[in-house]
């Protein structure tokens, strides 16, 4: 018997979520520049959405193309950003812990939508 993937049970991707810091002085004179850093190596489920919950989404004023599953955490902010094989996703939602029971967190995100800095 077929069995649906349940992101409960198993995270098979692999991301990379980053944070935006300002650049400012070393302390010594020169200077830091700003940009995105890596924050944080995490398991995860990416998946596409369907070409309908796009098109629902293009409706809202954060169209999605991805929605990230990944273990319950609470340092993750929506002005981060995901690196995902090779791809940039602008997370557009407050994480969102699936079914209230502190296991999996949801982000939706868009591609290519966040600057480099």
Not at 23 to 43: A, K, M, V, Y
Not at 74 to 102: A, F, N
Request: glycine letters at 10%.
């Amino acid at each position: 018997m077929d069995m649906m993937f349940d992101p409960y049970d198993e995270f098979p991707h692999e991301i990379i979520f980053q944070q935006e810091v300002q650049g400012g002085s070393d302390g010594l004179g020169g200077w830091i520049p700003g940009g995105w850093q890596d924050f944080d190596t995490s398991e995860a489920l990416v998946t596409p959405v369907s070409s309908r919950e796009i098109a629902q989404a293009e409706q809202t004023r954060n169209p999605i193309d991805y929605e990230v599953y990944y273990p319950y955490r609470t340092d993750i902010e929506p002005s981060m950003r995901v690196m995902y094989e090779g791809k940039v996703l602008s997370i557009v939602s407050e994480p969102m812990d699936q079914g209230g029971q502190h296991e999996v967190m949801l982000i939706e995100c868009s591609k290519g939508a966040t600057s480099d800095g």
